[in-house]
């Protein structure tokens, strides 16, 4: 069973300047990559990345993972319904990965900016098992309120036991 799981970022003013500029920077690189993209009728990502790779890295400053990123999240756009341009919201959600986000335990975790990685405190609650799940797959940025952080993520969690026909667990009458 796939769970989604939120985790709310608790940055300093100065860190939460950097997570905007992110944010913004992204999406205006994802749109007009795909403005262009649209135009020619490419969606290979491949394609994408040949031609887009270090106009992204230049023209928008982003470190190359995130450009990467960028142009993937185009191409998905792209193949997903070929006859429509892509539009990215200016604040819409960054994808992160286990090279640009790293978690240092419960608390705190380490993220890529566009200048440095910033180490910013975290608050989640809920299952310890999905967390940890979680914390070895992607998440994705979004902001709220242009002040408020979150983390969203999927991750599988076990289905709970079911009840058969006499009422027992499945769990129980496997014992």
């Known amino acids: 069973m796939k769970t989604t799981l939120v985790c709310k970022r608790l ?17 205006r690189a994802c749109d007009a990559v795909a403005g262009v993209a649209f135009h020619m009728r490419i969606t290979k990502r491949s394609k994408l990345r040949e031609l887009f790779f270090w106009d992204v890295r230049e023209g928008y400053g982003l470190p190359a993972r995130m450009a990467l990123h960028a142009i993937d999240s185009v191409a998905k756009a792209l193949r997903h319904d070929p006859s429509a341009k ?6 819409g959600a ?3 990965d286990h090279r640009t986000l790293s978690w ?4 705190r975790v380490s993220i ?6 910033l180490l910013i405190p975290v608050v989640f609650r809920g299952n310890e098992e999905a967390w940890s799940k979680l914390m070895r797959g992607p998440v ?3 902001c709220s309120d242009y002040d408020e952080f979150y983390l969203i ?6 289905d709970p036991p079911t009840a058969d026909s006499h009422g027992a667990s499945e769990s129980r009458a496997r014992s």
């Not at 892509?86 to 604040?91: A, G, H, S």
């Not at 240092?104 to 608390?107: A, E, F, L, T, Y």
């Not at 890529?112 to 990685?117: I, S, V």
Request: glycine letters at 4%.
């Open 11 to 27: 940055p300093t003013r100065k860190q939460a300047k950097s997570l905007l500029a992110v944010i913004e920077r992204y999406n």
């Open 86 to 91: 892509p539009c990215f919201l200016l604040y």
């Open 94 to 96: 960054v994808p992160y």
């Open 104 to 107: 240092r335990g419960r608390d």
């Open 112 to 117: 890529q900016t566009l200048y440095e990685r």
């Open 140 to 142: 994705h940025l979004v």
């Open 153 to 158: 993520g999927e991750t599988d969690v076990p």
